[in-house]
């Protein structure tokens, strides 16, 4: 090439070698502004037909352009809190000239990760420390043997989490920790968040983006000249209702599933999205903005002899002490954190010694047994005011349910499945938040604030493919919606369903629905598990074995598995039998089996929906 050829528009031969000498002593970010400077000329060029005249090179910067360093955010996510996150500090980045790659880490290529530069990572943490479901092959990666050192890697952790559970952040912990055992440098010591993270959160984004945000290099002279940046479009914007601003839907059934005679209590509930704009596929799951027991708000308020209209500050606004033990804060389960907030308080020689790491396991005993209500009732703190008392708890959040309906065939409503929590403790009934509140303040006609909750990990396959849908008891819900959709669309795939309860008489859940189904050749197969109709319980994971020849040919056919419902038991004991299924029937041993499932994983034919 030419140098006449090489001379961009407006500027001289002369001028382009002047730049290319100085190309030694460029500081970060002259090479974003540079390149956005000359597209402007030659766009300017392009458009009015007009020759641009050039400033004098001394005008243009004391430095010349080099390669800015790639910024990559990894997500790892549950419930979708991290995906939003590393959105809004995508967002961020861009706003301050950066230029960021958004990831979950369950669709990353991890051998791009010797390649990196500056990474950062937002992770959930899912019960007693793991990572979320669909993460979990990107920590095995990161934490295992073919891991790549990364002595050039930057990066920092933003690590969510819920401190009702001992190993409080861990999935995020256990990044930070592995990040630097491969080499890498910190850019940011790593923060933890509760629940509450959107009080914390927007600290270390802002932190992380002024850190790595080109430094202005222009001389004032040409500063006062630069063409205005064209800032990026915005996505569409979306419905309005959304986690932040709730829609009130309004409850058009609730109905008790289970039969006379049950051990448990499980409801279906219909809620009407008419007019609110949302929309949601199989597989998503609705937010639920439930209320505290009236009955428990005012056990406290007497005890605490405190006034119902004290006034208290939550978020920068002031409202009534009762609204606010109602609606903004967590009054059942008690946290690490409200032992500490109440040892402070009350002295308490029993709380004090619950302190520390060394009394995880007590601390944890402890909490079990005893809800907020209960540890003030132990431990009286005469004269607390309001504000001092809230100050402990943590903000109430919404619950997920998945969604066990379709709109293809309930449009503009939202079913769900949900089960009763109810249980006694220290010599009183107690229920669960949300599902008290569904079962003994959601009659027809009454209001829901409710928002969808996005599951890209759990979602059907194309029409004509096999799936193997395996759950428990309200692990079933989103079934329902697979089949709705799959009977509007008119699949073709074959679909087998492995469902389990305690009893057929009076816990088959959707009975008529899946026979109706069978019937119509929409469910082409289904087995059943009732563990406590024989004198043997026999579960899910035990059906599998029995049709374990037939599992694994329809894995060999491209089937999609999916698995929902409890994640302490139900989730590992079918991964168990899936593993011995492979085994015995693929020929293989217990590490290709395992290499196996984690394929179908990676694949995205292997989805898990747990709780």
Same mark, same amino acid.
């Given at each position: 090439?030419?140098?006449?050829?090489?001379?961009?528009?407006?500027?001289?031969?002369?001028?382009?070698?002047?730049?290319?000498?100085?190309?030694?002593?460029?500081?970060?970010?002259?090479?974003?502004?540079?390149?956005?400077?000359?597209?402007?000329?030659?766009?300017?060029?392009q458009?009015?037909?007009?020759?641009?005249?050039s400033?004098p090179?001394?005008?243009?910067?004391?430095?010349?352009?080099?390669?800015?360093?790639?910024?990559?955010?990894?997500?790892?996510?549950?419930?979708?809190?991290?995906?939003?996150? #590393?959105?809004?500090?995508?967002?961020?980045?861009?706003?301050?000239?950066?230029? &960021?790659?958004?990831?979950?880490?369950?669709?990353?290529?991890?051998?791009?990760?010797?390649?990196?530069?500056?990474?950062?990572?937002?992770?959930?943490?899912?019960?007693?420390?793991?990572p979320?479901?669909?993460?979990?092959?990107?920590?095995e990666?990161? $934490?295992?043997?073919?891991?790549p050192?990364?002595?050039?890697?930057?990066?920092?952790?933003?690590?969510?989490?819920?401190?009702?559970?001992?190993?409080?952040?861990?999935?995020?912990?256990?990044?930070?920790?592995?990040?630097?055992?491969?080499?890498?440098?910190?850019?940011?010591?790593?923060?933890?968040?509760?629940?509450?993270? $959107?009080?914390?959160? &927007?600290?270390?984004?802002?932190?992380?983006?002024?850190?790595?945000?080109?430094? &202005?290099?222009?001389?004032?002279?040409?500063?006062?000249?630069?063409?205005?940046?064209?800032?990026? &479009?915005?996505?569409?914007?979306?419905?309005?209702?959304?986690?932040?601003?709730?829609?009130?839907?309004?409850?058009?059934?609730?109905?008790?599933?289970?039969?006379?005679?049950?051990?448990?209590?499980?409801?279906?509930?219909?809620?009407?999205?008419?007019?609110s704009?949302?929309?949601?596929?199989?597989?998503?799951?609705?937010?639920?903005?439930?209320?505290?027991?009236?009955?428990?708000?005012?056990?406290?308020?007497?005890?605490?002899?405190?006034?119902?209209?004290?006034?208290?500050?939550?978020?920068?606004?002031?409202?009534?002490?009762?609204?606010?033990?109602?609606?903004?804060?967590?009054?059942?389960?008690?946290?690490?954190?409200?032992?500490?907030?109440?040892?402070?308080?009350?002295?308490?020689?029993?709380?004090?010694?619950?302190?520390?790491t060394?009394?995880?396991?007590?601390?944890?005993?402890?909490?079990?047994?005893?809800?907020?209500? =209960?540890?003030?009732?132990?431990?009286?703190?005469?004269?607390?005011?309001?504000?001092?008392?809230?100050? *402990?708890?943590?903000?109430?959040?919404?619950?997920?349910?998945?969604?066990?309906?379709?709109?293809?065939?309930?449009?503009? $409503?939202?079913?769900?499945?949900?089960?009763t929590v109810?249980?006694?403790?220290? *010599?009183?009934?107690?229920?669960?938040?949300?599902?008290?509140?569904? #079962?003994?303040?959601?009659?027809?006609?009454?209001?829901?604030?409710?928002?969808?909750?996005?599951?890209?990990?759990?979602?059907?396959?194309?029409?004509?493919?096999?799936?193997?849908?395996?759950?428990?008891?309200?692990?079933?819900?989103?079934?329902?919606?697979?089949?709705?959709?799959?009977?509007?669309?008119?699949?073709?795939?074959?679909?087998?369903?492995?469902?389990?309860?305690?009893?057929?008489?009076?816990?088959?859940?959707?009975?008529?629905?899946?026979?109706?189904?069978?019937? =119509? *050749?929409?469910?082409?197969?289904?087995?059943?598990?009732?563990?406590?109709d024989?004198?043997?319980?026999?579960?899910?994971?035990?059906?599998?074995?029995?049709?374990?020849? =037939?599992?694994?040919?329809?894995?060999?056919?491209?089937?999609?598995?999916?698995?929902?419902?409890?994640?302490?038991?139900l #989730?590992?004991?079918?991964? #168990?039998a899936?593993?011995?299924?492979?085994?015995?029937?693929?020929?293989?041993?217990?590490?290709?089996?395992? =290499?196996?499932?984690?394929?179908?994983?990676?694949?995205?034919?292997?989805?898990?929906?747990?709780?």
């Amino acid at each position: 090439m030419s140098k006449l050829e090489f001379a961009g528009p407006g500027l001289t031969i002369e001028q382009w070698e002047q730049i290319s000498t100085l190309a030694t002593s460029l500081k970060p970010g002259q090479a974003l502004w540079l390149s956005g400077y000359f597209a402007g000329l030659n766009h300017s060029t392009q458009t009015s037909g007009d020759v641009v005249r050039s400033s004098p090179v001394s005008d243009l910067a004391t430095a010349v352009p080099v390669a800015a360093r790639t910024l990559t955010i990894l997500y790892a996510t549950e419930t979708g809190n991290s995906a939003g996150l #590393a959105r809004t500090l995508a967002e961020a980045a861009r706003e301050k000239g950066l230029d &960021p790659v958004v990831s979950d880490v369950a669709t990353y290529k991890t051998r791009k990760l010797k390649d990196e530069q500056d990474v950062l990572l937002i992770a959930s943490t899912h019960g007693e420390g793991d990572p979320p479901q669909s993460a979990k092959s990107f920590f095995e990666f990161v $934490e295992g043997r073919k891991a790549p050192k990364l002595p050039n890697l930057r990066f920092a952790v933003l690590a969510l989490g819920d401190s009702t559970y001992e190993q409080y952040c861990g999935a995020g912990k256990r990044l930070d920790q592995r990040f630097e055992e491969l080499g890498a440098q910190r850019i940011e010591a790593r923060v933890d968040c509760d629940v509450d993270y $959107e009080e914390i959160a &927007p600290s270390w984004i802002a932190a992380i983006v002024n850190r790595l945000a080109p430094e &202005p290099t222009l001389q004032p002279e040409l500063a006062a000249s630069t063409p205005a940046q064209v800032a990026t &479009p915005a996505a569409p914007a979306g419905t309005a209702y959304d986690k932040k601003n709730p829609f009130a839907a309004t409850v058009i059934d609730n109905i008790v599933l289970t039969g006379r005679g049950s051990s448990k209590e499980t409801r279906h509930i219909e809620l009407s999205l008419a007019e609110s704009g949302l929309l949601y596929e199989p597989g998503d799951a609705l937010g639920i903005v439930a209320q505290n027991d009236p009955a428990v708000v005012d056990a406290l308020l007497e005890r605490l002899a405190l006034p119902a209209d004290a006034q208290v500050t939550v978020k920068q606004q002031t409202t009534g002490l009762r609204e606010a033990l109602t609606s903004a804060f967590e009054v059942t389960a008690a946290t690490p954190r409200f032992i500490e907030h109440w040892a402070d308080i009350t002295g308490a020689r029993e709380l004090q010694g619950l302190r520390g790491t060394d009394q995880a396991e007590a601390r944890t005993a402890f909490l079990r047994n005893n809800h907020v209500l =209960d540890i003030v009732n132990q431990f009286a703190a005469p004269g607390i005011d309001a504000q001092t008392f809230v100050a *402990g708890l943590r903000p109430l959040q919404p619950r997920l349910y998945s969604i066990a309906s379709s709109l293809a065939a309930s449009p503009e $409503e939202a079913h769900l499945t949900v089960s009763t929590v109810r249980y006694d403790l220290n *010599g009183l009934p107690r229920m669960g938040v949300a599902s008290g509140h569904l #079962a003994q303040r959601a009659e027809p006609d009454a209001t829901l604030p409710v928002y969808i909750q996005t599951n890209s990990h759990f979602r059907l396959p194309e029409d004509d493919t096999p799936i193997i849908m395996i759950g428990a008891g309200t692990g079933v819900a989103p079934y329902r919606a697979f089949l709705q959709e799959r009977e509007a669309r008119g699949a073709q795939g074959r679909s087998w369903l492995v469902f389990g309860e305690r009893n057929f008489r009076s816990d088959f859940l959707y009975q008529i629905e899946w026979q109706g189904y069978l019937k =119509d *050749g929409v469910l082409s197969r289904m087995d059943v598990a009732f563990s406590r109709d024989g004198a043997q319980k026999v579960y899910v994971q035990d059906r599998l074995r029995e049709q374990g020849r =037939d599992i694994y040919r329809w894995l060999e056919d491209g089937a999609h598995l999916y698995v929902c419902g409890d994640a302490t038991h139900l #989730a590992p004991d079918v991964h #168990a039998a899936l593993t011995e299924i492979v085994e015995r029937h693929g020929g293989l041993d217990r590490e290709a089996a395992h =290499d196996y499932l984690g394929g179908l994983q990676r694949d995205h034919r292997y989805q898990l929906d747990v709780y």
